[in-house]
T-cell receptor
Framework: GENVEQHPSTLSVQEGDSAVIKCTYS??????FPWYKQELGKGPQLIID?????GEKKDQRIAVTLNKTAKHFSLHITETQPEDSAVYFC?????????????FGKGTHLIIQP | GAGVSQSPSNKVTEKGKDVELRCDPI?????LYWYRQSLGQGLEFLIY????????KSGLPSDRFSAERTGGSVSTLTIQRTQQEDSAVYLC???????????FGPGTRLLVL
């Protein structure tokens, strides 16, 4: 089955700086890669996703890049703000996460220092 | 519109008791998924429904776990004879169709004493 590795487990950055979280996956058939943000006591919230037919996707301060050859994808957050502090999860799936569900990384605790 | 809702938000039970967790998906979403989030295992996929059908139950941790969905909407996850290792947050997600973006509920925090 799919295995997703996520690094780092904790990331502390100064407010206004950029943050990068990296994930690798094992199943070359995976073609859907979402990123979720989870705040304390809440469920995961989708922030951006990318499918394998594109290499990069951007939404305001958030961008995701995908390298299918190397089987890794990354989340980039620019101009970080205090409200970006949360746990971020990457995930991978075949066919958009249907029959096999989503396979998640272990999460990255992002801390924005004021 | 309303997002995915789950009840109860918290549940404390004694070892050996049965518990039932409920998920109300986003209206009109045909696919529904259950996940478990625990400190040791991260986010773990359990089962999915397409309509009222769950074609693959192999992700359920043991035969004490069962799930059903009726009317293509509400789903319940039942854990019989709960054990301490069942303590976790149980998350439900739904998507408009299978293979579409999944939206998560707030979860049910289960503590087995």
């Amino acid at each position: 089955g799919e295995n997703v590795e996520q690094h780092p487990s904790t990331l502390s950055v100064q407010e206004g700086d950029s943050a990068v979280i990296k994930c690798t996956y094992s199943d070359s058939a995976s073609n859907y890669f979402p990123w979720y943000k989870q705040e304390l006591g809440k469920g995961p919230q989708l922030i951006i996703d990318i499918r394998s037919n594109v290499g990069e996707k951007k939404d305001q301060r958030i961008a995701v890049t995908l390298n299918k050859t190397a089987k890794h994808f990354s989340l980039h957050i620019t101009e970080t703000q205090p409200e970006d502090s949360a746990v971020y999860f990457c995930a991978a799936a075949r066919s958009g996460g249907g029959a096999d569900g989503l396979t998640f990384g272990k999460g990255t605790h992002l801390i924005i220092q004021p | 519109g309303a997002g995915v809702s789950q009840s109860p938000s918290n549940k404390v039970t004694e070892k050996g008791k049965d518990v039932e967790l409920r998920c109300d998906p986003i209206s009109g979403h045909t696919a529904l998924y259950w996940y478990r989030q625990s400190l040791g295992q991260g986010l773990e996929f359990l089962i999915y429904f397409q309509g009222n059908s769950a074609p693959d139950k192999s992700g359920l941790p043991s035969d004490r776990f069962s799930a059903e969905r009726t009317g293509g909407s509400v789903s319940t996850l039942t854990i019989q004879r709960t054990q301490q290792e069942d303590s976790a947050v149980y998350l439900c997600a739904s998507s408009l169709f299978l293979r579409e973006t999944q939206y998560f509920g707030p979860g049910t925090r289960l503590l087995v004493l």
